[in-house]
């Protein structure tokens, strides 16, 4: 597959889940995983797993991803944007989530950082 592939399949799993199944993420997080969520440091997949949980309903709608190697090629570099609906609000909110991917197997990834900010325009 290649990089374009694997972060679509990647941004297709991981908002689904976040968006039925926030529970279901927590297998995409390991002990060294780090999230910065406006600005708020969380480190390790309980910790991520619990502030997702701790968001209530989310609807999601990505509108376009880049992605680039990082140093180690099998690693990958992955700008989200998109708009997100948070519990029933009728109005969307822009946002905007970086991830890198870590390959754990071939073909298998883990997100070791991850950074979410709202768009305010």
């Known amino acids: 597959m290649s990089a374009d592939e694997i972060a ?3 941004a297709q799993h991981y908002y689904g889940t976040l968006d039925s ?5 927590g297998a995409l997080y390991r002990d060294a995983s780090m999230l ?4 708020q440091q969380f480190m390790g997949g309980t910790n991520i ?3 997702m949980a701790g968001l209530g309903k989310l609807v999601h709608n990505v509108q376009r991803f880049d992605v680039q190697p990082s140093l180690d090629p099998s690693n990958l570099i992955i700008a989200v944007v998109g708009q997100v609906k948070l519990d029933g609000q009728e ?6 989530e970086f991830f890198q991917l870590v390959a754990s197997s071939p073909g298998q990834y883990y997100i070791h950082n991850q950074i979410f900010r ?3 325009a």
């Open 49 to 51: 797993s619990q502030k």
């Open 21 to 25: 199944n926030i529970a279901g993420l």
């Open 91 to 96: 109005n969307p909110l822009h946002f905007s």
């Open 118 to 120: 709202l768009n305010y």
């Open 36 to 39: 910065t969520f406006e600005g």
């Open 8 to 10: 679509g399949a990647f």
